[in-house]
């Protein structure tokens, strides 16, 4: 090849990459940030679930190592055992009533549980009385919880 082919292919090739950084810097500028839409935010009761179940997942986790461990006791093992299938029934419970509530025609409800306590978050701004007694008989029904322990609060 001359060498004065040599000297405009590499001219060409100059041209070329600075026109490929300009496009590059004109189209990346002028490209907009994505706007958040409700889908992308979590709600305050999927963000509640994400919690519930990573705190559970690594309540399962640590039974599993105590009963999987070969310096636990049996007493260790046993209790172990107990303790995560306890949990295992109380998720399952909670899913259930959970579904039975949002049957009644609410959008979302999550439900918390401690020995005696039950409270019910509902997705709404307010609930009639009828509502509130519709919850009320399914966590009795389900759950056989006194009245005077259950709490039914709605969230917007």
Do not use: H, W
């Not at 810097?25 to 940030?33: Q, Y």
């Not at 958040?36 to 190592?65: C, G, H, N, V, W």
């Amino acid at each position: 090849m001359k060498k004065r082919t040599k000297i405009i292919l590499l001219a060409v090739m100059v041209v070329l990459l600075g026109v490929t950084g300009y496009l590059n810097v004109v189209l990346n500028s002028s490209v907009k940030e994505p706007v958040p839409t409700q889908a992308t935010t979590m709600s305050y009761f999927a963000s509640y679930r994400q919690d519930r179940e990573d705190r559970r997942e690594q309540a399962i986790l640590y039974y599993k190592a105590i009963a999987e461990s070969p310096s636990s006791s049996k007493d260790a093992v046993d209790g172990a055992n107990k303790a995560r299938e306890a949990l295992i029934a109380r998720m399952d419970t909670e899913l259930m009533v959970e579904g039975l509530i949002k049957g009644i025609g609410f959008n979302d409800c999550v439900i918390t549980m401690s020995s005696k306590n039950i409270n019910v978050l509902v997705d709404s701004k307010v609930l009639t009385e009828d509502e509130v007694v519709k919850i009320v008989d399914v966590v009795q029904e389900f759950l056989g919880t006194e009245l005077k322990y259950i709490k039914v609060i709605p969230v917007e």
